[in-house]
């Protein structure tokens, strides 16, 4: 399938001029691709036709993103609902999820154009707290899902289960639920293992545990992970789902993770080797 109708999500903090965004309306034109715009970038274009959220998403038949990582995120967690592909172009500094730098966009629309790409899945973790017996958050993580202590330099005790089997108490700053994606994230910083983006496993890592022997444990995607805040804990603790979306947990609440059936779908036009990209990124944050 050849894409007509493109929704394009613009960090304009990363783009402040949408010199990028004049770009890539110019490149799509030229390929005979139809933009679809948000109201608000809209009007800074001075472009009288744009559209609320939902709309925005029912019409687009790919979304592109326009920004970092964390745009990239966004962008990827709203069009979840709506299963729209979403096509990362770059703008930030280190950028792990999209795969098109500026300097090769308009190589990028006129593969796209032509039908010369491909379409991957990442997979996706739903979160949920139980309180009382009842649920009281839920909401999804393409990256991470992390459980960790509230503002007070306080060590928090997390019992983690895998299923109803009870795997260890973690005390320190918390505990980082990954997926493969996210495993160059938050996890990479905790310790955690680098796992390919294209398979299915919850990387669990504790974030600086107090106790010498704590490390990552790897579970099949089939299980659900539990975590329990110590019941005398005194003080609130904070669940976050892609570094973008909070939720205060208090102690005895029961926090349930697994993975969802359906995952998020990127546009993919490069033949794209996870290591090389790995090598390029890590080195150059080395060398900032």
Do not use: W
């Not at 308009?106 to 032509?114: C, G, I, T, V």
């Not at 669990?204 to 995607?221: A, E």
């Not at 029961?254 to 033949?271: A, P």
Request: aromatic letters at 8%.
């Amino acid at each position: 399938m050849n894409p007509v109708n493109i929704g394009l999500s613009v960090n304009v903090k990363r783009d402040r001029e949408l010199l990028v965004t004049k770009k890539v309306l110019a490149c799509l034109r030229k390929h005979h691709m139809t933009p679809v715009l948000a109201k608000p970038i809209a009007a800074e274009l001075g472009l009288s036709e744009g559209y609320d959220e939902t709309t925005f998403y029912e019409k687009s038949e790919f979304i592109v993103s326009l920004g970092g990582d964390g745009t990239l995120l966004s962008t990827a967690r709203s069009s979840y609902a709506h299963d729209v592909p979403v096509f990362g172009i770059n703008l930030g500094t280190v950028g792990f999820l999209a795969e098109v730098e500026i300097n090769d966009i308009e190589n990028a629309f006129e593969r796209l154009a032509q039908g010369n790409y491909a379409l991957v899945e990442r997979m996706v973790l739903l979160a949920q707290v139980h309180r009382n017996g009842k649920c009281v958050f839920d909401s999804i993580a393409l990256n991470d899902v992390v459980v960790s202590r509230g503002g007070l330099s306080r060590v928090i005790r997390l019992k983690v289960f895998v299923d109803n089997q009870f795997i260890d108490s973690f005390p320190g700053d918390g505990v980082i639920v990954s997926t493969p994606t996210g495993s160059t994230a938050y996890t990479l910083s905790a310790g955690g293992p680098i796992v390919q983006p294209d398979m299915r496993m919850m990387i669990t890592t504790p974030i600086c545990p107090h106790i010498l022997y704590s490390r990552s444990f790897i579970t099949c995607p089939e299980r659900v992970i539990n975590i329990r805040i110590n019941d005398d804990y005194p003080d609130s603790a904070i669940l976050t789902m892609d570094g973008q979306e909070g939720f205060e947990v208090l102690a005895g609440d029961k926090i349930s993770i697994k993975c969802m059936d359906k995952g998020v779908r990127f546009v993919t036009i490069n033949d794209i080797n996870f290591y090389d990209v790995l090598r390029a990124k890590i080195h150059s944050r080395d060398t900032e």
